[in-house]
């Protein structure tokens, strides 16, 4: 069965950073790219980035509001996607949810909650 | 940037009755590889979002039948045969023919 489990979500201050997590099982991690959503309170879905699986480079790919601030990795060993958030703004609070793949995004984690406020 | 737009905004629909719901795309959305990524989610309260149809009209795993996708070029329609109270929530076109992803703005199905 596929899961994906983020976390690393909390409140944090503008300016910092926040590093969260997604650790998926059940299928070949490796092999996937992988994708970051978010949502904002009372908005819609926004797409935030993607990594390619290490077949095609393991390159990134990244909303223009989050470049230059957001960097995903991956450690296909651990089967984990991360999502490096720095100098956050009030406008990234949000539920953060990772998915499988770029273009289908099938499978969804439970999200996991950044609340930037001073 | 694709711009999707989602009609309409908010459809009340009785139990056991259809919805329908038009998502059209700003430009073509056929891939390079000659897919189509349109995609439909349903967003319940408290939930993530839900993978329904992908590719226009393929249904996801474990997705009720009552739920089809349709479509080509910039015009696209989620159908629901029969609306039931678990089908209450906001649902979302999204392509990911070419970056950046983007959605539709959302359409709120609601019971009458």
């Known amino acids: 069965e596929v899961q994906l489990v983020e976390s690393g979500g909390g409140l944090v201050q503008p300016g910092r950073s926040l590093r969260l997590s997604c650790t998926a099982s059940?299928?070949?991690?490796?092999?996937?790219?992988m994708t970051w959503f978010r949502q904002a309170p009372g908005k819609g879905l926004e797409w935030v980035g993607f990594?390619?699986?290490?077949?095609?480079?393991?390159?990134?790919e990244y909303a223009a509001s989050v470049k230059g601030r957001f960097t995903i990795s991956r450690d296909d060993s651990k089967s984990i996607v991360y999502l490096q958030m720095n100098s956050l703004k009030t406008e990234d609070t949000a539920v953060y949810y990772c998915?499988?793949?770029?273009?289908?995004?099938?499978?969804w984690g439970q999200g996991t909650l950044v609340t930037v406020s001073s | 940037d694709i711009v999707m737009t989602q009609t309409p905004l908010s459809s009340p629909v009785t139990l056991g009755q259809p919805a329908s719901i038009s998502c059209r795309s700003s430009?073509?959305?056929?891939?390079?590889?000659?897919?189509?990524?349109l995609s439909w989610l349903q967003k319940r309260p408290g939930q993530p979002p839900r993978l329904l149809i992908y590719?226009?009209?393929n249904r996801f795993s474990g997705v009720p039948d009552r739920f089809s996708g349709s479509g080509a070029g910039t015009d696209f329609t989620l159908k629901i045969s029969r609306v039931e109270a678990e089908d209450v929530g906001v649902y979302y076109c999204?392509?990911?023919?070419?970056?950046?992803?983007?959605f539709g703005g959302g359409t709120k199905v609601e019971i009458k």
């Open positions: 990594i390619r699986g290490k077949a095609h480079g393991g390159t990134t």
């Open positions: 999204m392509q990911a023919t070419q970056i950046p992803v983007t």
């Open positions: 059940g299928f070949a991690f490796g092999t996937y790219a």
């Open positions: 430009q073509g959305l056929v891939h390079s590889d000659g897919n189509t990524y």
């Open positions: 590719k226009i009209s």
């Open positions: 998915t499988r793949d770029r273009a289908v995004s099938d499978y």
